[in-house]
């Protein structure tokens, strides 16, 4: 049995949330494993996390951002991290891993989001130049990646629903440290990152899930199933 963690506030009309509990399931089923989740609100999940998330195989922080409570998700994105525990992050989740590793890794404390603090003079989430809401783009992947193996492919297309992302003056962040920069788009924009040393830590800028829709099964999402499978608590 693997127990999945899914972190954001549920709204049945958020095309991610309905795709979801469907791409789990096709996961699971081609994995061989039975695949069980929980919703968890942010209102709900206070800060520290570890007393609910203890017994979870996987934690996936989801779309839907704002969150109701930013700071519950990003701890629970730093327990996942830490304990370790497989990871996946999409669109708000993207944008949220990348926060949580500069407030606690990178030591930058005052690391924020421009949707969240809107009057920030250097936020590390920023506006995208072009919006990608309800769009489609290609997405290459670094040779050798997490990425790029749980895909099979170097290139693919993938579907957003996204107005934010790491601000390109940012990127140099990622330079140096484990979590890099592995999918970028057309133009060169960071769209990927994952981390080394961590049995499984992914998060993209596209909604991957979004595939189960289409009775597919999200290839990101059954290499998430089959590391959270190996390491169920």
Request: charged share 20%; with cysteine.
């Amino acid at each position: 049995m693997v127990h999945v963690s899914l972190i954001g506030d549920f709204d049945a009309n958020v095309t991610a949330h309905r795709a979801i509990p469907l791409a789990l399931k096709r996961a699971g089923d081609d994995v061989g494993v039975e695949v069980s989740f929980t919703w968890h609100h942010t209102a709900q999940l206070g800060p520290r996390p570890e007393r609910t998330l203890d017994a979870t195989s996987g934690v996936w922080c989801v779309p839907g951002s704002p969150y109701a409570n930013a700071a519950a998700a990003l701890a629970a994105i730093r327990f996942a991290r830490e304990r370790p525990r497989p990871f996946l992050g999409t669109c708000g989740g993207f944008q949220h891993a990348l926060l949580e590793y500069a407030q606690n890794v990178l030591g930058m404390a005052n690391a924020t989001h421009a949707e969240l603090d809107p009057g920030a003079l250097d936020p590390l989430i920023t506006p995208l130049s072009c919006a990608l809401v309800e769009q489609v783009g290609a997405v290459s992947f670094e040779t050798g990646s997490r990425l790029a193996a749980a895909y099979g492919a170097t290139s693919v297309v993938e579907e957003y629903h996204c107005r934010y992302g790491l601000a390109p003056r940012n990127e140099r962040l990622l330079e140096k440290g484990p979590l890099r920069i592995v999918g970028r788009g057309d133009e060169g924009e960071v769209r990927a990152v994952e981390m080394e040393g961590h049995p499984f830590f992914v998060a993209t800028l596209f909604q991957p899930e979004r595939a189960a829709l289409k009775e597919k099964t999200p290839p990101l999402v059954r290499s998430f199933v089959e590391a959270a499978a190996g390491g169920a608590v």
